[in-house]
């Protein structure tokens, strides 16, 4: 039997996904300062029966300063890695299947609340610190107010993102992703929305970014994964365009990067994003077919079916599921059981098995549908 393309097997630098279900990196707002708790041991440890062939852990930052919320992880201090060493051990535990870590900078769009606590820029009697940015220019109305970064601080967070990458690399991760999407810092640098220097950082909107991941590069390992997650469009007039994006790609390509994920939007808060099903997959496809970067489409994809067109019609070459896989933890086994797939569930939970109980259907949505979206 020919295996659908969604459980094929994925070569990403040096390191083979056994399928193409990546888990895309969620912020659980759940640390103290910077270091895992409990509540990740228990979300790591869902996420390692999943199936999917690599987890990526939420955007993890740099700096105590780079942190979007109290609750945010980091890879700043030994504590953070001691803590992340823990959670990563309880998920191989469990599984084989590789995993991964993004690694970023909230920049002006730090310092703000938790979203169940409103999202919102952290109030006066909340501890709020002073965030930093390319240029003084607040993400929002209410929002505070950055510092544009020195050069002399630029290359300190070149040296910080380094360090970072090197304490994953202890740690043991299979891939790491370097977050250059959704309106943090190296977005920030890329848009001119955000960025309004007068000198080569703004010249150069590329600069920065790309200096990051050339010192990312020299120092994680060949025999593993390295990649990025970009913005494709700022959906602003004036803004980042899916051109600028294949341009981008085409130069982390030239640094060595294994892969890319395709996002879009959060540069501002006003923008109309016209979300619906797959909205994000054409840029991805755009940027697969003109770079031949090994690509990964995400947003608002929640079915088998809808999954494994995206990848029969050569549009992306992984799919990344984000809360639809919250939704439902056990979407690749139910979507193996539609495709007729046979996978290997943790020997605890064997006994759910379909194979085990011939005729039967265990109550699940038809299709591996999920209520929410990716």
Known sequence: MQLPK???????????????????????????????????????????????????????????????????????????????????????????????????????????????????????????????????????????????????????????????????????????????????????????????????????????PLEVAAAMREIWPKERALGIRINATDWMDGGWTPEDAVAYVREVKKIGLDFVCVSSGATVPHAKIPVSPGFQVGFAEKVKKETGVKTRAVGMIAGADQAEQILVAGQADMIAMARAILDNPRWVWHAAERFGVKIDYPPQYARVHSSLWPGAKLARPEGAKSAAPA
Not at 49 to 58: D, I, M, N, Q
Not at 158 to 165: E, G, I, L, N, S
């Open 6 to 208: 969604l459980f094929t097997p994925v070569q990403i630098g040096g390191v083979t996904l056994p399928n193409r279900v990546v888990i895309a990196p969620m912020c659980q707002y759940s640390a103290d300062d910077g270091s895992m708790t409990d509540w990740h041991l228990a979300h790591l440890g869902s996420m390692a029966c999943s199936g999917a062939g690599l987890f990526v852990v939420e955007k993890t930052n740099v700096t105590r300063e780079g942190r979007i919320t109290h609750g945010c992880t980091g890879l700043y201090s030994d504590h953070n890695e001691a803590a992340m060493v823990r959670a990563v051990q309880v998920y191989r535990g469990i599984t084989k299947n590789p995993i991964g870590i993004q690694i970023g900078h909230a920049g002006r769009k730090a310092s703000s609340q938790v979203p169940w606590q409103g999202g919102k820029a952290l109030g006066p009697a909340e501890s709020p610190w002073q965030t930093v940015a390319p240029s003084a220019i607040p993400f929002g109305e209410g929002w505070h107010t950055p510092r544009e970064l020195t050069k002399a601080e630029l290359r300190g967070l070149v040296d910080a993102f380094a360090a970072a990458t090197l304490r994953a690399k202890r740690i043991g991760f299979d891939a790491v992703e370097i977050h250059s999407a959704h309106g943090y810092l190296l977005q920030q640098f890329l848009s001119p929305l955000s960025n309004q220097r007068t000198d080569e950082y703004g010249k150069n909107r590329m600069k920065f």
